[in-house]
């Protein structure tokens, strides 16, 4: 089965309890909780006090991913908030190793992201120690991009090391998905679809994502 997480950067910020309920409501379990620190990416969006608040909410698991420069420096506060998986980018830290192991210490599930441009092969060598890779399929910063096509190839890449190197990786994909692209995802090798802004606009959510989680 295909994983799916809204992505609550295209939610109705100021009805948030209510787009929660609408995820439940549409039988998903996890949303996406985009950080942005306008370094690593042009745009701001919230940070720990969101996480916070969709933890206290209630039942729905979420997780971090964090676009933020130097990701060591905000770790603890992250975690404590409850995430069930962290996604750091590999362009954001000069310590990828460390960064990803201190998560590991703190027992919350880790990723990592690459961004159009970073080649697969730059996770070689920590493929092994990853619970989950995030392939963006935009350039992050924003909700409601176009799927940049080319990152297919980078995901059967991925898919195909991972075979050797972590047969149980999870592929995650961000950026753009709608039905369309998220098949020619999981055709790929993706298993987890991250959705903003064409889950939020459908017109019944429930049957959008049983379609996807169906793929
Ligand atoms: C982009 C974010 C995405 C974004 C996806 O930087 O990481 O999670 O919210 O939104 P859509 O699906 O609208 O492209
Ligand atoms: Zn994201």
Same mark, same amino acid.
């Given at each position: ?49 969101? *996480? ?7 039942? /729905? =698991? ?9 990701? %060591?420096? +905000? ?73 940049? *096509? ?7 890449? /991925? =898919? ?9 990786? %999870?592929? +995650? ?5 709608d ?16 959705v903003?802004a064409a889950f ?16």
């Amino acid at each position: 089965m295909i994983r799916v997480s809204p992505s609550i950067l295209a939610a109705d910020i100021l009805r948030l309890g209510e787009e929660l309920d609408s995820v439940i409501g549409a039988g998903l379990l996890n949303v996406h909780v985009d950080i942005m620190d306008g370094r690593f990416v042009p745009n701001i969006s919230y940070g720990v006090a969101m *996480a916070n608040a969709i933890r206290r909410y209630g039942q /729905l =698991r979420f997780d971090c991913h964090l676009m933020i420069e130097e990701p %060591e420096r +905000q770790l603890a506060d992250f975690v404590a908030t409850g995430p069930e998986l962290i996604t750091v980018h590999q362009e954001a830290t000069r310590h990828l190793h460390r960064v990803v192991h201190r998560i590991k210490e703190l027992n919350v599930r880790v990723g990592v992201s690459l961004n159009p441009a970073t080649p697969v092969s730059t996770l070689k060598d920590i493929l092994p120690d990853l619970d989950t890779v995030l392939i963006m399929t935009v350039n992050p910063g924003f909700g409601g991009q176009k799927f940049i *096509a080319s990152t297919l190839n980078k995901i059967s890449e /991925l =898919r195909s090391f991972a075979a050797s190197l972590n047969p149980t990786l %999870e592929i +995650q994909v961000d950026g753009g998905i709608d039905i369309s692209t998220g098949r020619q995802c999981v055709e790929h090798g993706a298993n987890h679809l991250v959705v903003g802004a064409a889950f939020f606009n459908s017109t019944s959510r429930h049957a959008f994502a049983a379609e996807l989680k169906s793929l």
